[in-house]
């Protein structure tokens, strides 16, 4: 079983796990810096010594059994008949597919849940940081426009959304310097969590694309091998980045908190939704603790530190 651990060091933080196909190229370059240049706290946030790791169940495949198995669990039944004709063309349409590796990792279900249903909060907490300018915002209940400043641009619908099931539809269009026209693409995204263990999520991701350009997809083939460890990569990385995030509602509520107020681009609904999301996970991993020492629980002892407003600096050497 593998494990990648974030300790110390800055990772790259794609918008779509299939960005790499998409048009929607990641928007920072993965880092090998000390913690001490990290624009974000990863020592602190993980509670001093203790790492926020990642668990590789399943290493990603991409062989034709997978492919049946992931066709066979795609949600068709609960879409809206428009939604299944959309799905059913990028499946008959179908250039490249991956099953993304199965990850198990130490979270609270409700911060998971959290990003899940507001994927915009995680992309504006990364400006926040200062380590990427890529937009993604909300333009309905269920739908988005992403951004990425270097001439790409994309639409993300979420068709279905369950505890165990987030089947996402995206959109892409490349507008890269000397290209004779854009690049477009569509690719479907299954997305299925499991609650494996108290506060441990197991969750994998399929990733169907289509191009509608031959030229691009007989290309997109060719370097298919790279571009399905790239994409295991980041999901790996985005799945520590949820994991380090629910952590750091434990360990210091008061940094997310103050990390809340910074966000931009998002309504403050959903900056005073991930301070809530926060204050309940905290409060309830303090009881946890305060019960096994036997500890009487009290509001005096569940009351968080108060955490001192530091300036985060941008790390050197971060592509934005």
């Excluded at 796990?17 to 880092?31: K, L, T």
């Excluded at 913690?35 to 001093?48: Q, T």
């Excluded at 949820?242 to 966000?263: I, K």
């Amino acid at each position: 079983m593998q494990r990648s651990y974030m300790r110390g060091w800055t990772m790259s933080v794609p918008v779509i796990v299939a960005c790499a196909w998409i048009g929607v190229p990641s928007a920072v370059v993965a880092q090998q810096s000390p913690a001490a240049e990290s624009v974000i706290p990863f020592n602190e946030l993980a509670g001093k010594d203790k790492a926020v790791a990642a668990d590789v169940v399943e290493a990603g495949d991409s062989s034709r059994r997978s492919r049946q198995v992931a066709l066979a669990e795609l949600p068709m039944g609960k879409l809206a008949p428009g939604s299944q004709k959309v799905v059913q063309e990028v499946v008959n349409n179908l250039s490249l597919f991956r099953r993304l590796p199965k990850v198990a990792i130490k979270t609270d279900r409700r911060a998971y849940d959290h990003f899940i249903q507001h994927p915009d909060v995680a992309v504006s907490i990364w400006r926040a940081m200062e380590i990427s300018q890529v937009q993604l915002s909300e333009t309905g209940p269920m739908t988005y426009q992403t951004d990425t400043k270097d001439g790409t641009a994309g639409t993300v619908e979420v068709l279905h959304r369950s505890a165990d099931s987030c089947l996402i539809l995206c959109h892409g269009q490349l507008n890269g310097h000397g290209l004779p026209k854009p690049i477009q693409a569509r690719a479907l995204m299954h997305l299925q969590p499991r609650l494996t263990a108290e506060n441990q999520v197991t969750h994998t991701c399929d990733l169907f694309v289509s191009f509608p350009s031959n030229a691009v997809e007989t290309i997109a083939k060719l370097v298919a091998p790279m571009s399905f460890k790239i994409a295991d990569k980041n999901f790996e990385e985005i799945s520590l980045f949820v994991s380090l995030m629910s952590n750091a509602m434990v360990v210091q509520p008061g940094w997310v908190e103050q990390v809340a107020m910074r966000l931009d681009g998002v309504s403050q609904e959903r900056k005073n939704s991930l301070r809530n999301v926060t204050a309940q996970v905290y409060v309830e991993a303090e009881r946890r603790r305060l019960s096994a020492l036997g500890r009487p629980v009290t509001l005096e002892a569940i009351m968080p530190p108060v955490a001192e407003k530091t300036a985060v600096q941008p790390a050197s050497g971060v592509r934005r």
